[in-house]
């Protein structure tokens, strides 16, 4: 069952209620982005709780270990009671901390990631905004997660904290070319920068069975931009191999390590949350978004980006962690060479 | 009142609060952080301007870009335990003369101009239009700003590159 017609019809009628208030038409506005706010929210908590246990599990798999299994059935409610745990912890400051600036820090890594979810097109109409710049959007608005690192290393005053504020400084504004280089050929074909057109570009097969997505698209360089665009998003997420911001046998726990309690845990939640948009956008740019047979259009985009978490999952339990300067060999003299190659060559094989 | 002049003066208090802020606060990482809202608050002009694609790459390249290196910068450069230091020397007089005077010049020139309205509907996709303009009549001043860039690129290189000298073993570095 698609889902868009059913919130098309709860938003109409909370719009009708409002107006019989006689409420400003801005107000309404208001009311309705807050009630999605809400709804976003609500999503990114129960996502990341999932994703965790989901992490812990699949990491066990690899590993031939169990994993997390007291709690509920086969360990479903680990995270909700470790949540529950962080919840009551009590809140440390440091002394010597810059108060303002460390407390900011989880709220902009929390509000960086939520403010990406607005572009992010759950189904088929089921989007809370279709900007025409949305996938800009996205990568603008993500930025901030920087900065939260930044005022996170910088506001703890611990060296561990401040080495991993700059390591994840050096690492992102790195990686950011080759993921918009990768997403530069995906938007060239598609010849829009809006999630939903994005998506509308790829319906339809090929050949009568291979699905028109941009992955498929112009073989080999819609297949060589998805793997640039995945490396260079694990990168962005700090994910392992490219976990050097918070390597735990380096640094402690790099830029988190004077947090406790919640503001831990809304670290958490945000890198989570952050891992999810990146899959989404793999999911948009690349896989098709919510097309597929069968299904409805929702549990299609929910499928494939479970799916590319599960990829990210899975790199990080295999591959072991890169050297800083490896790190910044691959982005600047193996990914963006290749992405600018390969932008070239679709941009060729669209011209022909 | 409607919600967008509700905004522009939301974003106005925001942009001057956090630009007043910036160069007044002892503290350089502070004075980052308002720099990073002004400039945020600029993009929040630019979406009430209709201009979505310049208020994304607004934060994708100010925010993204620029405040990042600054508060490298600031971080690299000053001690952690005593971040405060001077924000202001012996020429903030002539400092003063001269934004009080640039402050005139543009207060003169909002007076001395007139302000047409269009009434034509705004431009809905914007990015399409931008995308065309820059590769046809703008073609010239796109490239040679590419051009500029890719220079400033090569000569920043060349300023950080170490002096070639006799090869150096791996292990030194």
Known sequence: MELAPVVDLVRDAVTGFLQSLGLPAFVIDMVLALISASLIAGF??????AFVWVERKVSAHIQNRLGPMRVGWHGVLQTLADALKLLQKEDIRPAAADRWIWWWAPAVSFI???????AVPFGEGLVVRDFNIGVIYIVAITTFGVISMLMAGWGSNNKYSLLGGFRSAAQVVSYEVPMILAILSVVMVAGSLSMMSIVQA???TMLGFIPNWFIFRHFPFGLIAFIVFMIAGTAETNRTPFDLPEAESELVAGFATEYS????AMFYLAEYSAMYV???????????????????SWLWFAAKTVLLVCVLIWFRWTFPRLRVDQLMELSWKFLIPVAFINLLAVGLWSVL | MTGESLAFYGLAFMLVGASILAVSVRNVFHAAMYLILALFAVAGYFVLLNAEF?????VLIYVGAVAVLVIFAVMLTTRLTDARVRAHNEQVGAGLVVAV???LAIVMAMWSTSWPISDAAPAVDNVRTLGRMLMTRFVLPFEIASVLLLAAMIGAIVIAAKETGPPQSEEST
Do not use: D, N, R, S
Request: no cysteine; charged share 5%.
């Open chain 1, 278 to 296: 990146m899959a989404a956008m793999g999911t948009v740019l690349f896989l098709g978004g919510w097309h597929g047979p069968f299904l409805p």
């Open chain 1, 202 to 204: 790829q319906e339809g």
């Open chain 1, 261 to 264: 309690g919640m503001k831990y």
């Open chain 1, 44 to 49: 990114m908590a129960v996502l990341a709780l």
């Open chain 2, 54 to 58: 310049l208020a994304a790459v607004q």
């Open chain 1, 112 to 118: 960086a990631v939520f403010a990406a979810f607005i």
């Open chain 2, 101 to 103: 005077a640039m402050f």
